[in-house]
Each structure stands twice: as C-alpha cells, then as structure tokens.
C-alpha cells in the first residue's frame, strides 16, 4: 500500500480539549502529578494559548525539560477521591513543506550520529528475536535511500498490523503487538523506532493529537495519538505515522517528544493512600475558522487554574489566584 500524503496550502486552526479524571475506591491525599499536554511551538506549529484547570485546586508551576517538552506539574495535599484535569488549547498549523519523493543513495553517509538517545534502544525499543524476525520479513536494512525506506517501512508496518483499540496497554511490551500482529499507534510507533535505530537512523517517540481527516483513520476517537519523527540530512526532523501510512502533516499536532512513550505520558502521579484507581480520558480535536482572540498574559510562575467546572477566562483565573 503507498504512503499517502496531505497536500494543504493553507494555516489550520485547532482547539483541543484534552479531560483526565481520576476516581479513588477509597479516600487518597498527597497527589503529585505531572502533566505533558501543551503542544509544543517550533517549526511549523505554534500554541496560541494552554489553560490548565485542576479539581481539587491546585497551584500549577511549569518548566521545560531537556528536549523542549513543557511539563505542568503539582500537589494536592488534602483528602480526595476524585482528580479532574482539563487541559485546554489553540493551535495554529502552517502547511508544511513538500517532501522530495527520495533522496540520493550517499545521504546514508549524511545521516548524523550526535543525537545519541535517539539512536539506542530505551524502555520500550529493546531488540527481541520477534522483532528480529520481523525485520528480516519486511527487509530492514540501509538500502536505496533513508526517506524512500521510511516511507516503504511506514506502509509496510500499516499493512502488517491490525489495528485493535485496548488489545495492549500503556506499559505492553513490543512483543505483544509483535506476537499478536495487532495493536494500537504506541505500539506500531514503538516497532518502527526498534526496527530504524539499528540503521544509525536518529528516530524519537511523538506524543500529540490527530485531527480526523475525511476517509477517516485507524486512531481511537476521543483519544491522544503518536508517530515516529526521523532525522534525515537537509529535510530535518521529518513525521511518520505507522498507524495511518502517513507521512506527518497540518492533522499532526506535536505535543512532546522522547525516546519512547515513558518519556511522554500525558499524566504521571503518585499519591499517599491505598485505593485502586479508575481512570477516564477524552479529547475533542475541533477547526477554528480564524486565530483565537488573545487573552491577558498570566504569570509566567503559574499556569491556569480553574474549579474543573465552570470556564473561565484567563484574567478570571489570575484575578482568583491573587486572592489566595
């Protein structure tokens, strides 16, 4: 099956509102928590505004990690049994430029080789005779050029595997997917970076949002997505989505990137008490026809905080953070 490609010459506009809640069995206190839900602005794709709104409220602080990522994170200290975070925000996607169909066969002499956390195994990526089989059966070696093999490899993989929603879970193994032939993108993202980082090909985990384009794909609605990213001489960092045989486009929108998926869940928490945890997640993807109306800059010590029910504007939470 050949990779299809977005062709689109226009700036796209999104608004995303990304809710996770937390239900207890039993009273917790002490919840700390971070949180990786803004997307990210660079290269083609700028956010216009992030609002984060947590119940129980809770002073949100933010920092950068090593790769760029912006991390929320914060505590709850008094009893609760339910965690609510609504992550909310406004992406603005300029058309990205066309990719030549390959490149010349040297460019496997081009690739750099600085990007060392990029190029070896991680949690997730680590060789297994399963996955060695399956590079032997779709031909994984450094042959013709490294784009016309990322392109041949993403609908190879498309092909290969099915795709089941809840067939594995978050911490699966790739030989899970690998057995089965069946999972969902963490997994088909997973295998493509085992399968491209043994060819001294720079490949990272991508972390974001898929907005559905017409025909449809093979993501879950209602649900974050993720692709492969690969560094290629004099095109860049360049998306792949193994899930949907699809180079990355304006549908793609970046969120975080890491070596694998432990790098980059959208939550990470642990909290004081024993009680089993039941969790819930929905994200809406939706056009904007024109740029956002700006609201008031807020603190740069502190992101958005709301009482998980009504919404409020950006001054209103400040104007409720100078109170407390």
């Not at 493509?192 to 980082?197: D, F, T």
């Amino acid at each position: 099956m050949s990779l299809q490609t977005g062709i689109h010459n226009q700036n796209m506009y999104y608004t995303i509102r990304h809710v996770t809640r937390f239900r207890y069995s039993a009273p917790i206190h002490q919840s700390v928590m971070e949180v990786r839900m803004q997307p990210r602005t660079e290269g083609s794709q700028r956010c216009l505004s992030f609002q984060l709104s947590v119940t129980p409220a809770a002073k949100v602080l933010h920092y950068r990690d090593y790769l760029g990522n912006v991390i929320h994170n914060f505590d709850i200290p008094g009893e609760h049994r339910q965690l609510s975070i609504i992550a909310q925000s406004q992406v603005e996607v300029r058309p990205l430029a066309d990719l030549p169909d390959s490149l010349p066969a040297s460019a496997w002499d081009d690739i750099s080789q600085n990007e060392y956390d990029m190029l070896v195994p991680s949690h997730f990526t680590h060789p297994s005779p399963l996955l060695s089989e399956l590079a032997e059966e779709l031909n994984v070696e450094r042959r013709d050029d490294p784009l016309s093999l990322l392109r041949e490899l993403t609908a190879r993989i498309y092909d290969a595997f099915a795709y089941v929603p809840e067939s594995t879970a978050v911490d699966s193994p790739i030989d899970d997917a690998l057995k089965a032939r069946q999972g969902v993108c963490q997994d088909f993202t997973h295998i493509m970076l085992a399968l491209l980082r043994p060819l001294g090909i720079p490949a990272r985990y991508v972390s974001g949002y898929l907005y559905p384009r017409q025909g449809g794909s093979r993501s879950t609605p209602g649900a974050s997505h993720a692709w492969v990213e690969a560094l290629l001489p004099g095109l860049g960092w360049v998306g792949f989505d193994p899930t949907n045989n699809l180079i990355a486009d304006y549908c793609h929108i970046r969120v975080a990137i890491g070596r694998d998926y432990d790098d980059v869940p959208p939550t990470r928490g642990v909290f004081k008490g024993k009680a089993e945890t039941e969790l819930s997640v929905s994200v809406r993807v939706t056009l904007a026809d024109e740029p956002p109306m700006e609201d008031p800059p807020l603190p740069d010590h502190w992101a958005t905080m709301g009482d998980g029910e009504k919404e409020l504007t950006a001054q209103e939470m400040y104007e409720q953070q100078q109170q407390q």
